[in-house]
């Protein structure tokens, strides 16, 4: 990196040699050098080497044990495989849960996971999406929304369903993720080709605007930022796997694409950058605490 305001000397003047295109003062380069391969270079290096103690995916298992109430009925909201519902009705013995996702594949994991745990008496899985779940009319002390509003098709409609089957005295958590300003056009076109993902929903703005309309008060605002991020990484290097897995797929591209259709492929190029930008902040992930505004 050449240094601002050193490539504006006047040519030819003794002392300064090309680099590239831009001129180089090479005496204070010489000391730059000097500096980049001193000491303090590998002290810095040293001490990001050292955790800095990141919160993990379970800190949101921990926000939620505050907010659900004794005997209380749980919703999660989007819940894949349930392995949350799980974790979070193994944390409240006296809870009833409920799952439901419109996956049907998910729904038959989330059900042999539910009688792995023996919890098959007071947890109930449904194929179903928040939007149908709202109309049925049942009501919950904490619905559990982690990672799905990216994907709803409307983000207004689906926070209107979430407050629908929220409780008035209930609590509704939410955990997204959206795009910031570090996220350049390319990069948000590349990540369009995610299947699932609603680019409108990846933004901030059109989240927290979609809360109040709904009749929802956010009471809390967390930002995970990257320490979801580094936790991972810090103990099975998902990153490591997601960039090695990207250099794969595109000196393999031709190959993948004949056999699963570019579409696929696509997809998951998508979603190995996910990984990554959420790990470098040009994704932001960030969790929301919402009860019902009291005049609904
Ligand atoms: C990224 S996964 C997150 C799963 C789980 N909540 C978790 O945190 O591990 C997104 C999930 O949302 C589900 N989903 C997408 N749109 C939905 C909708 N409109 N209503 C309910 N679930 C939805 C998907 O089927 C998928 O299981």
Redesign the pocket.
């Known amino acids: 990196m050449i240094p601002v305001g050193r490539t504006s000397r006047v040519a030819g003047v003794c002392g300064f040699r090309l680099q590239g295109m831009a001129r180089i003062d090479a005496s204070t380069h010489d000391e730059d050098l000097v500096r980049v391969y001193g000491p303090a270079t590998w002290q810095v290096y040293d001490e990001l080497d050292i955790s800095l103690n990141p919160r993990g995916p379970d800190w949101l298992h921990d926000l939620a044990a505050d907010l659900i109430p004794a005997n209380g009925n749980v919703i999660?909201?989007?819940?894949?495989d349930a392995?949350?519902l799980v974790q979070l009705m193994r944390a409240h013995p006296s809870a009833r849960g409920f799952g439901?996702?419109?996956?049907p594949l998910?729904v038959e994991k989330a059900q042999s996971l539910v009688v792995e745990n023996g919890l098959q008496d007071r947890v109930e899985v449904m194929l179903?999406?928040?939007?149908s779940a709202a109309t049925t009319g049942k009501q919950f002390d904490f619905v559990w929304?982690?990672?799905?509003l990216?994907?709803?098709?409307d983000l207004q409609t689906?926070a209107r369903a979430l407050a629908s089957l929220t409780r008035p005295t209930g609590t509704l958590l939410v955990?997204t993720t959206v795009a910031t300003d570090l996220l350049s056009p390319d990069e948000a076109a590349m990540l369009k080709r995610h299947l699932?993902n609603v680019p409108a929903n990846l933004s901030r703005s059109a989240v927290e605007d979609a809360f109040p309309a709904a009749g929802l008060d956010v009471i809390q605002c967390h930002e995970i930022g990257t320490e979801w991020r580094e936790w991972a990484e810090e103990r099975h290097a998902p990153a490591s796997t997601a960039l090695l897995r990207l250099a794969r797929l595109r000196r393999d591209r031709a190959r993948l694409d004949a056999l699963h259709g570019s579409d696929i492929v696509d997809h998951v190029e998508a979603n190995l950058h996910w990984e990554i930008y959420q790990f470098i902040g040009k994704l932001a992930s960030l969790v929301y605490v919402l009860r019902p505004t009291a005049t609904r």
């Not at 999660?76 to 894949?80: E, I, K, P, T, V």
């Open positions: 999660d909201a989007g819940c894949r392995a949350h439901i996702d419109p996956v998910h179903s999406d928040i939007e929304c982690r990672d799905v990216e994907q709803v098709a689906a955990f699932a």
